[in-house]
């Protein structure tokens, strides 16, 4: 369930080097503070094992790139329903897994990173595939839930391509990149339809 690959030059190594370190260390964020939720205890087992690959990951790139990602002070707000908190972390490691994915054609010798990410992602979707089938109100949360963070995933993606080594596969790239989440969402039922927004 994913776009066709593409694949970057070397040149573009440093920027998705340093594009993944910002989408892990968001994505740590969101798993600390999802913690601090009443969550089912298979959940909590998970992400507490999810932290910890996130870390390490953290200090493998911050060692590559010579920098240290962003600590913010205080843990991001998080929904307290499952439903919607399982939406966002999913919505953040399908955006790394993108990420990654696009890093493992230019440095394959990273590529049990992408195994991770790919554990990651599959985790969460296994727990929304049972929510939605659950019906009800809880599949009612994670669909909003879902059209929400849809809405706001454009704007983080531009940011994220902001760099000028990818200035010339900008367009390419961020019709990848939400085409394959696109595909995701809609995949698992969360959307009924994602349409692509034009680039800014």
Not at 119 to 138: C, N, R, S, Y
Request: charged fraction near 20%; include cysteine; proline fraction near 4%.
């Amino acid at each position: 369930m994913s776009a066709t690959m593409m694949i970057l030059p070397a040149t573009c190594e440093r920027a998705l080097l340093e594009r993944f370190l910002r989408a892990e260390a968001m994505a740590l964020w969101a798993v600390r503070a999802a913690q601090t939720q009443q969550l089912p205890r298979h959940v909590q087992t998970f992400l507490q094992r999810h932290e910890t690959d996130e870390q390490d990951h953290l200090r493998q790139f911050e060692g590559m790139l010579g920098i240290m990602s962003q600590r913010p002070s205080t843990l991001p707000t998080v929904p307290s329903q499952w439903e919607m908190l399982a939406v966002l972390l999913f919505g953040y490691e399908a955006l790394g897994l993108e990420f990654a994915s696009l890093l493992a054609t230019i440095r394959p010798d990273l590529s049990d990173i992408l195994e991770d990410e790919l554990v990651h992602v599959g985790f969460f979707e296994k727990e929304l595939t049972t929510i939605l089938a659950g019906g009800g109100i809880g599949a009612q949360q994670a669909r909003d839930a879902a059209r929400t963070w849809w809405k706001k995933l454009p704007r983080t993606v531009d940011r994220y391509l902001s760099d000028a080594s990818l200035n010339p596969y900008r367009t390419e790239l961020r019709h990848h990149i939400l085409s394959a989440i696109s595909q995701r969402f809609v995949g698992l039922g969360l959307l009924a339809e994602a349409t692509l927004p034009k680039c800014q």
